[in-house]
């Protein structure tokens, strides 16, 4: 079982092309089904992080997600 703290701040890479996509933030859930819906990676943001709208955070849906490693997830995203 993986817990979602031991999921936030892994890297998540595109095996489509290698390229970083960032580190995991959160989670969303689905609270009426009781699944996870995708991971969020934040917005880039400037030197300050914390400035800036949560809304343009990218999500990568669940069923994106084809591996999760010890260090790394890897995603599966066509045109990104």
């Keep these: 079982m993986l817990s979602t703290d031991k999921l936030k701040?892994?890297?998540?890479?595109?095996?489509?092309?290698?390229?970083?996509?960032?580190?995991?933030?959160?989670i969303e859930v689905n609270l009426e089904k009781g699944t996870i819906d995708g991971v969020i990676i934040p917005a880039e943001r400037g030197l300050f992080r914390f400035f800036g709208n949560r809304e343009d955070d990218f999500v990568i849906k669940w069923d994106r997600i084809r591996t999760i490693g010890d260090d790394v997830v890897l995603v599966d995203l066509e045109g990104y």
């Design 9 to 26: 701040n892994k890297e998540v890479i595109n095996m489509r092309d290698g390229r970083s996509l960032g580190f995991i933030y959160d």
